[in-house]
């Protein structure tokens, strides 16, 4: 099964699920959605997707984003940004996709296709 965490109005999340649409129609893969602004992101699903990622959360949010202005998260430490992208899930980066025990922030979504093949050899 491939998970993808997913926005509707974000162009890059779409033209993600439709690249999983088709890459989970050729390795007969299931493919769950979760639009993370309808699901209640609690610290224990944010922590399990950055242990996914790897990655250090100021590159998990998305810095662009008025809230992030707002707030002046630029001066967050770790623990600042993640306590904000629970409060305000909007800021998590997107799209997000999950195969095996691994994530990638799927932006460009074209990233998927090579990641997902990597991830199945390891």
């Known amino acids: 099964m ?3 965490y997913h926005h509707s ?6 033209e993600a699920l439709t690249l999983l649409d088709q890459l989970c129609a050729r390795e007969n893969l299931l493919l769950e959605i979760l639009d993370y602004h309808q699901l209640l992101l609690t610290a224990p699903i944010l922590s399990d997707l950055q242990k996914k990622l790897g990655l250090p959360m100021r590159e998990m949010i998305r810095y662009h984003d008025p809230k992030y202005i707002r707030l002046k998260l630029s001066k967050a430490d770790d623990a600042g940004l993640f ?8 800021l998590l980066q997107r799209p997000i996709v999950i195969y095996q025990n691994r994530a990638i922030i799927a932006y460009p979504a074209e ?3 090579p990641w997902f093949y990597q ?3 390891q």
């Open 2 to 4: 491939i998970t993808i």
């Open 9 to 14: 109005r974000c162009t890059v999340s779409r």
């Open 111 to 113: 990233l998927i296709e």
């Open 119 to 121: 991830s199945r050899t």
């Open 83 to 90: 306590q904000a992208i629970v409060k305000h899930p909007r």
